[in-house]
């Protein structure tokens, strides 16, 4: 797709470049979104803004992935004259792009402002937490008024038939897990339809960033969802040294890639058990469990913290590695690839844990294609996307990252995918150490006497983590917008159960293991 289409312009987005923004009207918002479509690209995500004191109105933002570069498109919600009842509204866009279904919604519980024709018009996040004519996200709402609380009706999708029966799951779990709502239409123990519920931990992060220092909003960011702290607090940074035309240290920008790859280590690890778990080989969980616990171990002593949090800050990082660390990493990465082996081998060949995993919840590549499957989710059902090879930032452009991708879209595909990442993490540990640059880990953030616009983008653990800002003068954060690929991956798991028996869901759900927090916000 050519960088102008029907008069509507875009810009890629890489790194930490700034990036300028067309209003579009009706019709190119769509045609853009069809054209993106038509052309294999995917919508990552889609937020509302107030800019009415600006002289913009209500302005809904989206961003596209089309042929390894990131497309921003705006445009100006409309009132209708004589219709001064209604909300204000924009082309709707889940007819092209499903996910966007979902995004739409939040939109309107938060801005008020509505997807005009969009079939789905349920709130999504308001869960009568608030009244339904307040919109917290509007500049002039009153943050500190008070709400009397009450039961809501959620009108959920029924499925009628002899022999059909629901079961409600959730939204309180056992365990430790975050809430979310299933609701099961079964025949036997065959899953007809699934529904699922989620917000219930929306913690208001939007508005927290609001007139927020610049330099500062990292830890908000950071703490979006706290299994992907290095990921949402460098894709902030980079939206915020975007907005402020910050460069960073060469240093800094391997050692976030370091703390990155070591992230996603932990997250791999933690789920191979867990996996192993539901699928009742308890071994599993243990030993993946005694590795996790010991790269946290290392995280903690070489960085400060168990999960890394805090250590990416705008203009750079807050943490350096000490004196002997280069060769403890060596070490670490060493002493996992050699457990990891055998491990491996029992998951492959235990008879018990293949017959669970092969050919349960299966999204297939059309399917993924079709409603927009990301991160490693998407490349086990042979999505070939990955932001550190299609779109890298230093120092990936210097990493030659191998994109791993499976074709079976089951649980076996995500294991696997799981494996393979671990391994490619660990070479990248090995070469972000071995080619470390010296000099500066931060450098101030530029002031700012005008208003700013960035977008960052990096590829966490799950997929890609998107972190858009606006800034005012002076220094601080007009608007944030924090986008968690779970919002992508959640709809796709209701397609994954279909057919499936009703006890395989907790080792499908696993397999996804998507955010609630950093879907709630």
């Not at 990465?333 to 299966?362: K, M, N, V, W």
């Not at 101030?444 to 858009?468: H, I, K, M, N, Q």
């Amino acid at each position: 797709m050519s960088g102008d289409h029907s008069g509507l312009s875009f810009t890629s987005v890489s790194g930490a470049i700034s990036v300028d923004v067309a209003m579009s009207i009706g019709a190119q918002w769509t045609e853009f979104a069809r054209a993106c479509s038509a052309d294999g690209g995917q919508l990552v995500t889609l937020w509302g803004s107030d800019r009415r004191d600006l002289g913009d109105g209500f302005v809904v933002t989206a961003v596209y992935a089309i042929g390894g570069r990131l497309a921003c498109v705006r445009i100006g919600a409309r009132q209708d004259q004589g219709a001064a009842d209604e909300p204000p509204h924009y082309p709707d866009l889940a007819a092209i792009f499903p996910v966007a279904g979902r995004l739409q919604r939040a939109v309107f519980d938060l801005l008020g402002v509505s997807a005009r024709d969009a079939v789905d018009r349920r709130s999504w996040l308001r869960h009568a937490a608030w009244p339904a004519d307040f919109f917290p996200l509007r500049r002039d709402s009153d943050g500190q008024r008070h709400f009397d609380s009450h039961q809501e009706a959620y009108p959920f999708v029924t499925v009628a038939g002899e022999g059909v029966h629901e079961i409600p799951v959730g939204p309180i779990h056992a365990g430790i897990i975050e809430p979310g709502h299933f609701r099961f239409s079964i025949v036997g123990e065959k899953v007809l339809r699934l529904e699922e519920r989620l917000g219930y931990v929306h913690k208001g992060i939007d508005k927290l960033f609001e007139g927020r220092p610049l330099a500062d909003g990292h830890r908000v960011a950071g703490r979006v969802s706290g299994d992907s702290t290095v990921a949402f607090a460098w894709a902030y940074a980079m939206a915020a040294e975007a907005a402020t035309g910050c460069e960073i240290p060469a240093r800094a920008a391997w050692l976030r890639a370091l703390l990155l790859e070591r992230e996603r280590i932990a997250n791999h690890l933690g789920d191979l058990g867990a996996l192993g778990n539901d699928a009742a080989l308890a071994f599993g969980l243990t030993q993946f469990s005694r590795l996790r616990e010991d790269w946290q171990r290392m995280n903690a002593e070489l960085f400060g913290h168990r999960l890394l949090m805090d250590c990416i800050v705008p203009g750079g990082v807050a943490v350096d590695l000490p004196g002997t660390a280069a060769s403890r990493l060596h070490a670490q990465c060493d002493d996992i690839e050699r457990e990891l082996r055998p491990l491996r081998s029992i998951y492959d060949e235990h008879a018990g844990l293949q017959d669970r995993f092969h050919t349960t919840g299966i999204v297939t590549s059309d399917l993924a294609a079709q409603l927009g499957l990301t991160g490693l989710a998407g490349r086990a059902s042979a999505q070939a996307r990955d932001l550190r090879v299609d779109l890298p930032c230093a120092p990936y452009d210097r990493l030659g990252v191998q994109l791993v991708t499976d074709t079976r879209g089951d649980v076996a595909a995500r294991v696997t995918v799981r494996f393979d990442e671990i391994n490619e993490s660990l070479r990248l540990i090995r070469a972000i150490v071995d080619a470390l640059p010296p000099g500066e880990l931060r450098r101030p953030l530029p002031a700012t006497s005008s208003r700013g616009f960035g977008v960052g983008a990096v590829e966490g653990w799950r997929g890609p983590t998107l972190v858009a800002l606006e800034a005012d003068a002076p220094d601080r954060v007009r608007r944030c917008h924090c986008h968690d690929p779970s919002w992508n991956n959640w709809p796709l798991l209701e397609h994954a159960v279909l057919g499936n028996i009703v006890p395989d869901f907790p080792l499908i759900n696993k397999s996804f293991n998507l955010s609630y927090s950093g879907h709630d916000r």
